[in-house]
């Protein structure tokens, strides 16, 4: 099992930012592929940023790429997001999760473990 539990979120305007963290108990996080997905209001959960369990792969969707980056610490058993000039269409729930991959996957059903979810909102 692994638990995970995300921090950072809040209110931002359009052009700040904001660090998201995501902190995992339980079995060895170095192991997991971590990733990034958010789900604005009235809508389906959808891929942001993901990061292989060595670091060394990352993705992003093409929505945020050039301004979101995705890192992790391994030692610290956390994953980072920064989020940098922020947008109203940024506005979600985030929520980081684990793949027991040895790639960097977008897709979210390969996902088996996730957090509750922290409120990103972007004010024009």
């Known amino acids: 099992q692994v638990q995970l539990v995300e921090s950072g979120g809040g209110l931002v305007q359009a052009g700040g930012s904001l660090r998201l963290s995501c902190v995992a108990t339980?079995?060895?996080?170095?192991?997991?592929?971590m990733g990034w997905f958010r789900q604005p209001p009235g809508k389906e959960r959808e891929f942001v940023a993901v990061?292989?369990?060595?670091?060394?792969?990352?993705n992003y969707a093409d929505s945020v790429k050039g301004r979101f980056t995705i890192s992790r610490d391994n030692a610290k058993n956390t994953v980072y997001l920064q989020m940098n000039s922020l947008k109203p269409e940024d506005t979600a729930v985030y929520f980081c999760a684990a793949a027991a991959t040895g790639w960097a996957p977008e897709d979210l059903g390969l996902y088996g473990y996730w957090g509750q979810g922290t409120q990103v909102t972007v004010s024009s």
């Open positions: 339980g079995r060895t996080f170095s192991s997991y592929a």
């Open positions: 990061i292989s369990w060595s670091g060394r792969s990352t």
